[in-house]
């Protein structure tokens, strides 16, 4: 599809006229005819404000003329897993895993080698061969080409390491040591927690990146715990994520 449609489309499935969809971008009316009718295309600044409010990349609105990659873990990108910055626009360079709200996830190679190992074994791809693919085509990737990010990701993994610490000191009966925590976002806290008196709750926003991990014990129970910079989630569920059971919620 071409860009006056793509627009077009948008505009339509959003049910928005062509007035106001030109108030809420600061054009005029005359400049989103021109659109989709092809006489032009919005500009740089435009297609911004278009992409944070339809919730789709710049690269989809021009007819996903380029095939985007995370320039850290190496995961296609599509609308639904590009990254977000604090202030919704979209960063068509990482996945939400690996950045979220102006935040790089990993500075350790090794740590996400790791992750991907767990993540992406199968049938057809051991843990071991997912390693020698990640170690081969990790360094070619602009994130880890450029010093000046993983830099900046060292200070946030002191606040990782910082909620690894509280976590181990709530001292919960069974669950196992953390030891790493992992970006979690969309299907990973799309849940509701039983509250101890069985009323259901639903704590965590799908659409917000937070810190966690399942934990597994040798009997096979599952502890799932989530956090951000305001509170500590721990809980237990059964297969699958099934009627997650909250033990403790902690302010920070």
């Known amino acids: 599809m071409e860009t006056k449609e793509i627009i077009r489309d948008l505009r339509m499935k959003t049910g928005i006229s ?88 990993y500075h350790d190679m090794d740590d996400l080698i790791e992750v991907c190992a767990g993540t992406m074994a199968s049938d057809n791809f051991t843990p071991e061969q997912v390693r020698n693919y990640m170690k081969e085509m990790l360094p070619k990737l602009n994130y880890w080409k450029n010093q000046e990010n993983i830099k900046n990701a060292e200070s946030f993994e002191n606040f990782k390491n910082q909620l690894i610490d509280e976590f181990n000191a709530l001292n919960i009966a069974g669950m196992p040591e953390v030891t790493r925590l992992n970006a979690l976002v969309g299907g990973y806290i799309n849940m509701e927690y039983t509250m101890p008196n069985g009323e259901k709750v639903k704590l965590l926003d799908d659409n917000a990146t937070y810190l966690g991990n399942q934990l597994e014990t040798v009997g096979g129970k599952c502890f799932g715990i989530a956090a951000n910079a305001d509170f500590l989630i721990v809980c237990t569920y059964g297969e699958n994520g099934a009627d997650p059971q909250l033990l403790m919620y902690k302010k920070r």
């Open 18 to 105: 062509q007035e106001a969809l030109a108030e809420k971008i600061f054009v005029t009316r005359q400049a989103v005819s021109r659109w989709e009718n092809g006489e032009s295309i919005p500009n740089t600044e435009t297609l911004k404000l278009l992409s944070k409010l339809f919730g789709v990349s710049i690269n989809t609105l021009l007819g996903s003329p380029q095939k985007l990659v995370c320039q850290c873990c190496g995961m296609p990108l599509e609308d639904g897993n590009i990254s977000v910055e604090s202030d919704g626009f979209f960063n068509e360079e990482y996945c939400k895993w690996c950045y979220a709200d102006g935040e790089y996830m």
